[in-house]
């Protein structure tokens, strides 16, 4: 599986984007998704995932509410609805792909196999 993930830039506070993950592959639909974030000097943190299906997506409490995953195993493509977005929200955003076949969406990076290049996210005050 390749990803291609892009659609970040800069935002005021209070902003919006979506972020899109593209994917290669036929199996795409048996592949957990998830989202993680890399702020400077920092770990690559989860932000949420996504099963295969669809019917489920799990997020890390700090976006709760405001971030909304989803995706179209038609179209192979992955999104990440970021809303309400706070400074501390500025980091280099990846997705990730684990499988084929996932059982549950992982919550650690080294857990997934498949990456995307990133894709920065500027939140201003």
Do not use: H
């Not at 506070?13 to 972020?19: D, E």
């Not at 899109?20 to 989860?46: I, V």
């Not at 280099?92 to 996210?121: H, K, S």
Request: hydrophobic share 30%; proline share 4%; with cysteine.
């Amino acid at each position: 599986v390749q990803l291609q993930a892009y659609g970040g830039g800069l935002v005021q506070a209070g902003g919006s984007l979506r972020l899109s993950c593209a994917a290669s592959g036929r199996t795409f639909a048996t592949y957990a998704m998830g989202w993680f974030r890399q702020a400077p000097g920092k770990e690559r943190d989860f932000v949420g995932g996504i099963t295969g299906s669809g019917s489920n997506t799990y997020y890390t409490d700090s976006v709760k509410g405001r971030f909304t995953i989803s995706r179209d195993n038609v179209k192979n493509m992955v999104y990440l609805q970021m809303n309400s977005l706070k400074p501390g929200d500025t980091a280099v955003y990846y997705c990730a792909a684990d499988g084929p076949f996932a059982v549950r969406v992982p919550n650690t990076p080294r857990e997934y196999r498949y990456w995307g290049q990133g894709t920065q996210v500027t939140v201003s005050s």
